[in-house]
T-cell receptor, first 113, second 116 residues
Framework: DQQVKQNSPSLSVQEGRISILNCDYTNSMFDYFLWYKKYPAEGPTFLISISSIKDKNEDGRFTVFLNKSAKHLSLHIVPSQPGDSAVYFC????????????FGTGTRLQVTL | EPEVTQTPSHQVTQMGQEVILRCVPI?????FYWYRQILGQKVEFLVSFYNNEISEKSEIFDDQFSVERPDGSNFTLKIRSTKLEDSAMYFC??????????????FGPGTRLTVL
């Protein structure tokens, strides 16, 4: 039951360029979406979120775009830095029932020099 | 900056033994969660907890699992009789609000449970 999918298991980007991480969801009840960053042996670290009433949210180098009709969201990191190398998880919740998060499988981002 | 803490960082146990994983949520948060991540798989929801009772639990959270808030700061996950397939990273999370789509859950560093 993959309600949240991240179809790219890995992504390699040069330092200074844009990183674009994608996420698709199937549950139309989801109305809140988050991106988490995770280093090995650490817990997920919250990066940025977006409510379904918006289509874009920006925080510094990070921007999340939401396309509700396509059930798709993306995370843009500009400019990418070597310290951004980590696994990025997309997560979604349905505020109408419970706030449990449903996670995607993650995308490993490698930012090269 | 306030953070969620978890102890121990790594727990090794024999199959059939009981384990208790401990978490100290962020101090002004009222909603608490446990998630787990089996190696190579995605993070999965186990249980949510509010006002001293379980709000929601997943199919994974069977009778072998229980949660408790024994005092004003700790939040624990107990596995009564561990199985090999319980080996995973267990993450605690907390948030300040519930059933609010603008809420954010903050995660601890995790406890790696190894069942031999």
């Amino acid at each position: 039951d993959q309600q949240v999918k991240q179809n790219s298991p890995s992504l390699s980007v040069q330092e200074g360029r844009i990183s674009i991480l994608n996420c698709d969801y199937t549950n139309s009840m989801f109305d809140y979406f988050l991106w988490y960053k995770k280093y090995p042996a650490e817990g997920p670290t919250f990066l940025i979120s977006i409510s379904s009433i918006k289509d874009k949210n920006e925080d510094g180098r990070f921007t999340v775009f939401l396309n509700k009709s396509a059930k798709h969201l993306s995370l843009h990191i500009v400019p990418s830095q070597p310290g951004d190398s980590a696994v990025y998880f997309c997560a979604a919740s349905d505020s109408g029932t419970a706030s449990k998060l449903t996670f995607g499988t993650g995308t490993r981002l490698q930012v090269t020099l | 900056e306030p953070e969620v803490t978890q102890t121990p960082s790594h727990q090794v146990t024999q199959m059939g033994q009981e384990v208790i994983l401990r978490c100290v949520p962020i101090s002004n948060h009222l909603y608490f969660y446990w998630y787990r991540q089996i190696l190579g798989q995605k993070v999965e929801f186990l249980v949510s907890f509010y006002n001293n009772e379980i709000s929601e639990k997943s199919e994974i959270f069977d009778d072998q699992f229980s949660v408790e808030r024994p005092d004003g700061s700790n939040f624990t996950l107990k596995i009564r009789s561990t199985k090999l397939e319980d080996s995973a990273m267990y993450f605690c999370a907390s948030s300040s609000r519930y059933k609010d789509s603008t809420d954010t859950q903050y995660f601890g560093p995790g406890t790696r449970l190894t069942v031999l």
